[in-house]
């Protein structure tokens, strides 16, 4: 548990962290014209994955599958994107900054239960990373598409710094909660800086310049059935 906080306002964070990400899975499976089934499948994979993973790793019993409420959640959210896509359609952007508030949740909390495990500092940070993003790969996997993670947005290199910040700040000695508050502060502010402004790791030069050839190419093609 995060040191400092009340236990059941981390429950209710997580809880609505597993929703926001719930709807994020929905909402992909709404799109992929997936029938029911398939939407919830991808609200349980999105909003639960990371935290498996997560408990698997660490060696524990997965705590998502230990308290209905977490499935309640994801399964809610599923259902709402199944019957209420358009109106979730026109708020994307405040569900994008939600889905930032729980990726820096997830990724910090991850991160503090990996060294309660006594993890060394770099699988703690990687595990801290992984709750908040495994959802998303096994997403993108599942609909046959390259991990969103890996070819665009800053999405994973938040989580890692959030969860870098507690890590750190434990192998220091320290826990103080300001810390984990500052991680999920970096995380967030990455997060929402990184949409805002359409930030993107860059790619290998080689593959720039093929890019830019492949444009061009496509744009003479154009010219020319104009004229």
């Given at each position: 548990?995060?040191?400092?906080?009340?236990?059941?306002?981390?429950?209710?964070?997580?809880?609505?962290?597993?929703?926001?990400?719930g709807?994020?899975?929905?909402?992909?499976?709404?799109?992929?014209?997936?029938?029911?089934?398939g939407?919830?499948?991808?609200?349980?994979?999105?909003?639960?994955?990371?935290?498996?993973?997560?408990?698997?790793?660490?060696?524990?019993?997965?705590?998502?599958?230990?308290?209905?409420?977490?499935?309640?959640?994801a399964?809610?959210?599923?259902v709402?994107?199944f019957?209420?896509?358009?109106?979730?359609?026109?708020?994307?952007?405040v569900?994008?900054?939600?889905?930032?508030?729980?990726?820096?949740l997830?990724?910090?909390?991850?991160?503090?239960?990996?060294?309660?495990?006594?993890?060394?500092?770099?699988?703690?940070?990687?595990?801290?990373?992984?709750?908040?993003?495994?959802?998303?790969?096994?997403?993108?996997?599942?609909?046959?598409?390259?991990?969103?993670?890996?070819?665009?947005?800053?999405?994973?290199?938040?989580?890692?710094?959030?969860?870098?910040?507690?890590?750190?700040?434990?192998?220091?000695?320290s826990?103080?909660?300001?810390?984990?508050?500052?991680?999920?502060?970096?995380?967030?502010?990455a997060?929402?800086?990184?949409?805002?402004?359409?930030?993107?790791?860059?790619?290998?030069?080689?593959?720039?310049?093929?890019?830019?050839?492949?444009?061009?190419?496509?744009?003479?093609?154009?010219?020319?059935?104009?004229?």
């Amino acid at each position: 548990m995060v040191p400092g906080f009340d236990p059941t306002l981390i429950l209710w964070l997580n809880l609505a962290g597993t929703f926001v990400f719930g709807l994020s899975g929905g909402l992909a499976g709404v799109r992929a014209r997936l029938d029911l089934f398939g939407v919830l499948v991808l609200a349980l994979v999105v909003s639960m994955t990371g935290g498996v993973v997560r408990d698997v790793l660490i060696g524990t019993p997965p705590a998502t599958f230990r308290d209905w409420r977490f499935l309640a959640a994801a399964g809610l959210a599923g259902v709402t994107t199944f019957a209420a896509r358009p109106i979730l359609e026109r708020i994307w952007n405040v569900i994008q900054v939600l889905d930032a508030a729980g990726l820096a949740l997830f990724s910090v909390a991850g991160a503090v239960k990996a060294v309660e495990y006594h993890l060394g500092p770099a699988p703690a940070i990687i595990i801290g990373a992984i709750t908040g993003i495994g959802g998303g790969v096994l997403r993108d996997v599942l609909l046959r598409q390259i991990p969103t993670v890996l070819r665009q947005d800053l999405y994973a290199v938040p989580a890692l710094a959030g969860a870098a910040v507690v890590v750190g700040a434990h192998s220091a000695g320290s826990h103080s909660v300001v810390f984990p508050l500052i991680g999920l502060a970096v995380c967030f502010v990455a997060r929402v800086v990184g949409i805002r402004f359409d930030i993107q790791l860059p790619v290998a030069p080689s593959e720039r310049r093929r890019s830019a050839t492949s444009l061009t190419e496509t744009s003479r093609g154009d010219d020319d059935s104009e004229a």
